[in-house]
């Protein structure tokens, strides 16, 4: 079982309050682990990445173990932390401005 934290909008659209537990068949990669929460919450479509061409929307960011991972392929092995459910995958909304 996979674990990830989303941001509050998120949660908020999904109805959902605390960690998320996804289920992802090995190897587990950022794309299955989106792919499983889309599945579990088809309201999240579309807003963690684009419905058209499935990259990770510009203000959405990908952490595990403390390390960003936005910029790795989305079908890269996430840590084994992670895959074996001891660690978060954290989702966060990046923030802009000036």
């Known amino acids: ?3 990830v934290t ?4 998120l949660r908020t659209l999904a109805h959902i309050t605390g960690v998320v537990e996804v289920e992802v068949d090995a190897p587990v990669t ?10 579990k919450y088809p309201m999240l479509r579309g807003t963690i990445r684009d419905s058209a061409t ?6 959405v960011r990908f952490f595990a173990l403390d390390e960003d991972l936005s910029h790795e392929s989305p ?6 932390e992670v895959a074996n459910g001891s660690q978060v995958f954290r989702i ?4 802009a401005g000036g």
Do not use: C, K
């Not at 950022?30 to 599945?39: G, K, L, S």
């Not at 499935?54 to 203000?59: T, W």
């Open 92 to 95: 966060i909304g990046a923030m």
């Open 75 to 80: 079908d890269a092995e996430v840590p084994a």
């Open 54 to 59: 499935q990259e990770r929307r510009a203000f």
């Open 30 to 39: 950022q794309r299955r682990i989106v792919d499983a929460i889309e599945a």
């Open 6 to 9: 989303l941001p509050t909008h």
């Open 1 to 3: 079982m996979i674990r």
